[in-house]
């Protein structure tokens, strides 16, 4: 009876431990070669290491309820390429991007503070236009030699006003980490064409 007890317990922990690997998590790590980050979901979101693999990121945010696909509104967090080193250099290379990009297009700052680890953060908001529909707001962190960035995006406006906080908590919650790469080569560089909504 004792021995069939103990396989009864090992088999409920390894179907526990595997159905928790394929479940989206309250929590990540975003791996760069000039710096790394912990970020925690928002209440409500869940975080998902793997579902925006496929278009290369890292760290998917949504909803509890939804997916990846499906989401409105969604976040992404990223580093920036190993080019940029500077938070303000960064997001005035993608706001004059954007502004070719979409006409009429004029972004705001709505929101400055320090994330759990002291970290400086600044908040964009970069409202919709005729060429682009999407309402987005970005949060770029400053790294010790990165740039960490949140990308806040919704379809419909009322969603993007419910859940507008969620990318504030989640930047605020942003610990950096030390990153020690002896030996690996740096990451391909790209501009902010390619990293930005």
């Given at each position: 009876?004792?021995?069939?007890?103990?396989?009864l317990?090992?088999?409920?922990?390894l179907r526990?431990?595997?159905m928790?690997?394929a479940?989206?998590?309250?929590?990540?790590i975003?791996?760069?070669p000039?710096?790394?980050?912990?970020?925690?979901?928002?209440?409500?979101?869940s975080?998902d290491?793997?579902?925006g693999s496929?278009q290369?990121?890292?760290?998917?945010?949504y909803p509890k309820?939804s997916?990846?696909d499906?989401a409105d509104?969604?976040?992404?967090a990223k580093?920036?390429?190993?080019i940029?080193?500077?938070a303000?250099?960064?997001?005035?290379?993608?706001?004059?991007d954007?502004k070719?990009?979409r006409p009429?297009?004029?972004?705001?700052?709505i929101?400055s503070g320090k994330?759990?680890g002291?970290?400086?953060?600044?908040?964009?908001?970069?409202?919709?236009?005729?060429?682009?529909?999407?309402?987005?707001?970005?949060?770029?962190?400053?790294?010790?030699?990165?740039?960490?960035?949140?990308v806040?995006?919704?379809?419909k406006?009322?969603a993007?006003?419910?859940?507008?906080?969620?990318?504030e908590?989640?930047?605020?919650?942003?610990?950096?980490?030390?990153?020690?790469?002896?030996?690996?080569p740096?990451?391909p560089?790209?501009?902010?064409k390619?990293?930005?909504?």
């Amino acid at each position: 009876m004792k021995t069939n007890l103990s396989v009864l317990v090992i088999l409920v922990l390894l179907r526990t431990g595997m159905m928790s690997v394929a479940q989206p998590s309250a929590g990540g790590i975003v791996y760069g070669p000039k710096g790394a980050f912990n970020i925690a979901a928002p209440k409500g979101w869940s975080l998902d290491p793997t579902a925006g693999s496929e278009q290369g990121l890292p760290c998917v945010l949504y909803p509890k309820g939804s997916s990846w696909d499906k989401a409105d509104p969604l976040m992404y967090a990223k580093i920036a390429s190993t080019i940029y080193e500077d938070a303000e250099a960064f997001a005035k290379l993608a706001i004059e991007d954007m502004k070719e990009k979409r006409p009429g297009f004029e972004p705001k700052r709505i929101a400055s503070g320090k994330t759990a680890g002291d970290l400086p953060y600044f908040i964009n908001e970069y409202p919709a236009t005729k060429t682009y529909p999407r309402s987005e707001r970005v949060a770029y962190v400053q790294l010790a030699k990165a740039v960490a960035f949140i990308v806040y995006s919704a379809d419909k406006k009322a969603a993007f006003r419910k859940h507008k906080d969620a990318l504030e908590e989640a930047a605020k919650s942003l610990r950096s980490m030390n990153v020690d790469y002896p030996g690996k080569p740096a990451a391909p560089e790209s501009s902010p064409k390619s990293e930005q909504p």
